[in-house]
Structure formats: C-alpha cells, structure tokens
C-alpha cells in the first residue's frame, strides 16, 4: 500500500518521476495476487451457473396404454407409428417452420420459442433442421377402424375405456402405461441452455404389457371389407374356430369414428351398439336344429314330404318358398321347405329340439368379458308350443324364438365338429410389460348335443344347400362351403312394407370343417341376396386374397 500512495502522491504533484523497473515489476505482482480472489469468485460463479444448467425441464411427447393384440400377437390398438418434433428455441427452427406452417401457427409457435421454451409439433418429417428432432410416437388406433366394437374406444382425455375391452380390461391397460418425454437442460433462469441436445427420455413407454384376444387380424379385415363390399348397412357377422370356439372375427355395422364419438351417438342408425350382441328373429337358419333332434329320435332323412306350396295347421296356412314336390331331409334343407319341418316337427314333437337348444346355449347370455355380454335372445318353454300352430311356427324358426349370433354359429359349429359344443370366447388371456403370459383362458372342454352321425349327415345336407340349394351365392372356388340360408319376419312394418332380418350360416370346408361364418342383416332382401355374397368373399380373401 506504501508504493501505491507513494505513486498517487507523485501523480497529483504531477512532477516528473522515473520509476524504478523493480517496483514496476514488483507493483504487478502485487495487483496479480490482489486481483487474485476477484478472479477465483468469478470462476465459482460460472461453476454455480453451471450446476444450475444441469437442471432441466421436460415436455411429454406421448404416453402409451396397454397394447391390445389379436391371437398371432399382432396390435389392434397402441401400436401404429407416427411422429412428434420437439423444435429448439433457435432462429434456424424458425426459419424453417416458417416455410411449413400457415401465418396464424407459425405466429403462436413463434411467441412460445421466444420465451426459450422448446415446442412439440406434429409435422412428420417435412423439416430438415438439425435444430428440430423427430421422434417415433405410437397412437392408440389407426384409419382401419378395425374391430372398432370389440375393442371400444376411450374418454376425451384418453386415460379410461368406455366401451369394449378397452372398458372390460381398464384397469389393467392403465397399469401396463408408460411415457415418453423431451428432456432439456436450462440456465438459472430457466431458459433454454443453447447449444444442448434434446434428450429423450423412455419411461416404460410402449411396453409389451396389454390384452391378447382371440381374434385372428387376417380374418377380421377380410370379414369387415366383405360386409363393406356386399353393402350390409345394418347387420353383423361373426367367425368362429370349429374346434375351439374362439371368436376369430367379430364384425358390427354401421361402423363408428372414435374421433368423432358424439355423431355416432345422434346417428339414429346406432351405430355404437354391437350387433353381434343383439338377439332376433332367426327363421330358417334354426331348421338344422330341428333336423338334428329328429335325426336324433330316429327319423329316417330319406322319407319323403310333398310339399305343395302351402300347409294348412288349425285355422292357420303356412306358405312356403315355393311348391317344392316331394322332399326328403336334405331337399327340405338345401331349398328351404317350411311345410316339410311343419310336418316333422308334428312327428318327432318339440321338446328334443328345446333340450338341444338349451344345451347350445339358446335362451341364455354368453359373457364374453366383463361388461360384454350378449342378449339371451329368447327359446320358449315347451308348454308354449302346446298349439299345433306354435309348434309350425317353431319349426322354422319363426314365432317367439330369437337368438344372437354367437348361439346360431354355436348350432353350426356343433354340427362341424362332429356333434360336439365348444362355449364361445374372445379373450386368450393378459401379458406382462416383457410379454410372458400372465393369465390365459382355460377354454371349457367341448361336449357332446349330438351324434357325429347326425352331425355328418347336416354337414352333407347343408354342403347341397351352397352347392345347389339357396346359398348357391356363398360358393367359393376349389373349396366345399356348407351352409344355410333364412329370411326371418318380424313382425315389423314400414311403409307397409314388413321389415326382414336375413342370414346366412355356414363353415368351411366341408372335408374338415375349421371355421364357422354366420352373417345377419337387418332389413334386408333375402338371405341368398344379403348374406350369402357375403361368406364367398371373406373366405375368398381369407384363402385366395381374392
């Protein structure tokens, strides 16, 4: 301190003093050591901005749910790729989102980049910008809207089912959840520290975890695009493993957008209820079961009926498709003749065919998952059919009888296995986050309703009614389909007009059957019109690609 006043004081005199080169020197040293603390504060400083640099935000760029598969484990919700781009707050980002984005976009992205906040967008790929990153995102459903009334749809908000599995498996679709998310780094105000990467950072995100069903995804779109093709407007159809009972398609119609929800529930079509679920009336789709229980009591099939176009119970006339001459069983099944199952059904008596119907699960609801459960339909008590013309009504399917889907391809797929009862099911079971199964469906062992006797002389009948007979239109090339047709009354009129409610019921192939097809249509033409085209060409796709 002395050298430093005695250097002031020399200034102030303003007289002319050389300063010896040792004290310059020495004074040097001296600031050096002084300013030596300034120094040593200034580098902690910018270590402690450092450390605070280290902090970070995040921005979420997706969250998955559960994945739901079909039973080849191929997603039919939460796997479908798209796109997230985190955009820096850098004037290059800038320049080049203005040259995607309309005025009004650009102008809020703008404002929030400003702030140093990094942006979320989705614009693909369209940017080549190192200061933009795209990342690979997966949304919960795609444009094929497939199985749309199986799997169901979510809330707004996207975290809770509504409908369909996605309702009946909530709970543990939001378990198996995860998060993907956009990690930056900032300074001590918070901003953006420039030059740092964009980390991105996996928090279980589209994990294996979710619902494995019985579905099988090559089977459902080709059953869905036939029922598109062949304009089935209000109707269902549904596709069932012969040996199983597992449900390989599930189609409903009218379809439905789960991102338009609110004009399916002001669609006076209904488009949100699952018609697979539903029960109506069946008609001649039901005469196989009542062939079987007279099989079953001893009918000989070769005896022969003469149809005359008509037939006359009580008070009441029964009119059939056509005059069809005489008819045995499998004439009576392959062109559909009521007045023969009129008569056959007088000679064997009704109550074989309720207890046939009853162990086929008629008149009873199937529970599929929770919350997914079919209408019973309904099968009367024997002591409603005490009427001769209750019974002829009966017969044919007709009168008080209603049933859903699941039980008319439940008659048809005892018949293809050989007289044996498979319960329907639709989930196979639940699958943890690394993909080992956790819970699987322990499938009810298949009894017996009816001969394989009985069994094998339907299936031969009912390979005459493609071949020959009213399912002429569910033919398919190099393949035997076996199957019936009905056009069902309901009673029902508009514009004097009574509505119909048309089917068809099949499998394939004949040889060894593997599938069953039932297709149903509400205010259809006639089963051979509506439904029949129908089973041709999902099986042809399913076979051929055709």
Same mark, same amino acid.
């Given at each position: ?29 001296? *600031? ?78 703008? #404002? ?68 993907? !998310?956009? !990690? ?18 996996? #928090? ?7 619902? &494995? ?9 080709? *059953? ?13 159809? %549904? ?73 006359? %119970? ?51 609801? =199937? ?17 409603? =059919? ?6 002829? =009504? ?11 889907? =699941? ?30 199964? *956790? ?24 390979? *005459? ?27 029902? /009129? ?12 099949? /499998? ?9 097809? &039932? ?15 129908? &089973? ?11």
């Amino acid at each position: 301190m002395y050298i430093l006043s005695l250097l002031v004081i020399q200034v102030k005199s303003k007289n002319t003093f050389k300063i010896p080169r040792s004290v310059v020197v020495y004074c040097c040293i001296l *600031l050096c050591f002084g300013l030596l603390p300034v120094r040593l504060l200034y580098l902690n400083l910018t270590h402690e901005q450092v450390s605070s640099a280290t902090n970070s935000k995040s921005i979420i760029l997706s969250q998955s749910r559960g994945i739901i598969y079909d039973k080849n484990m191929q997603p039919l919700a939460g796997s479908y790729e798209k796109t997230a781009s985190v955009v820096k707050p850098t004037v290059n980002a800038l320049v080049s989102l203005k040259r995607v984005l309309d005025t009004d976009a650009f102008n809020a992205v703008s #404002n929030e980049l400003q702030k140093s906040n990094p942006v979320l967008l989705n614009i693909g790929n369209s940017l080549d910008c190192t200061d933009v990153v795209t990342v690979p995102v997966y949304k919960r459903y795609n444009n094929e809207r497939i199985a749309s009334h199986i799997i169901g749809y979510l809330d707004s908000g996207e975290t809770h089912g509504i409908s369909g599995i996605e309702k009946s498996f909530d709970e543990y679709l939001n378990s198996c959840r995860g998060e993907l !998310r956009a !990690r930056f780094f900032v300074d001590a105000n918070g901003g953006f520290l420039y030059g740092a990467d964009v980390e991105i950072v996996n #928090n279980n995100y589209h994990n294996c975890g979710g619902v &494995v069903l019985t579905l099988e995804k090559d089977k459902q779109l080709a *059953l869905e695009e036939a029922m598109d093709i062949c304009g089935i407007e209000k109707g269902a159809a %549904v596709m069932l493993n012969v040996n199983t009972g597992a449900v390989a398609a599930m189609v409903s119609r009218p379809d439905f957008d789960r991102n338009n929800i609110s004009a399916a529930m002001n669609n006076e079509k209904l488009p949100l209820f699952n018609r697979v679920l539903g029960s109506y009336p069946i008609g001649s789709v039901f005469k196989p079961l009542v062939a079987a229980a007279a099989l079953e009591d001893g009918c000989d099939p070769a005896d022969e009926y003469c149809c005359n176009g008509y037939v006359n %119970v009580g008070s009441n006339t029964f009119r059939c498709t056509a005059s069809h001459g005489k008819v045995n069983m499998a004439a009576a099944i392959a062109y559909s003749c009521n007045c023969y199952f009129v008569n056959l059904i007088e000679k064997t008596g009704a109550e074989n065919v309720i207890d046939s119907a009853n162990e086929l699960g008629f008149g009873e609801s =199937l529970t599929m998952a929770e919350g997914i459960s079919t209408y019973s339909g309904y099968l009367p008590a024997i002591n409603e =059919l005490d009427s001769p013309s209750a019974r002829a =009504l009966f017969s044919f399917g007709q009168g008080s009888i209603t049933a859903n889907i =699941l039980q008319v391809a439940s008659l048809y797929s005892a018949i293809a296995a050989g007289g044996k009862y498979s319960v329907p099911y639709l989930v196979e079971g639940l699958i943890d986050e690394k993909g080992e199964m *956790l819970e699987k469906h322990e499938a009810k062992a298949p009894y017996r309703v009816f001969s394989e006797k009985t069994a094998d002389l339907l299936s031969a009948f009912l390979e *005459l009614a493609v071949r020959e007979g009213t399912g002429k239109n569910a033919a398919v090339e190099n393949i035997r389909v076996c199957g019936k047709t009905a056009t069902a009354q309901t009673g029902s /009129f508009s514009d004097s007009n009574e509505k119909l409610v048309t089917w068809f019921a099949g /499998f394939y192939p004949y040889e060894k059957p593997e599938y069953v097809l &039932v297709v149903m249509c509400e205010g259809g033409i006639s089963g051979s019109e509506d439904c029949a085209p129908v &089973v041709s060409k999902a099986v042809n796709k399913i076979l051929n690609n055709k």
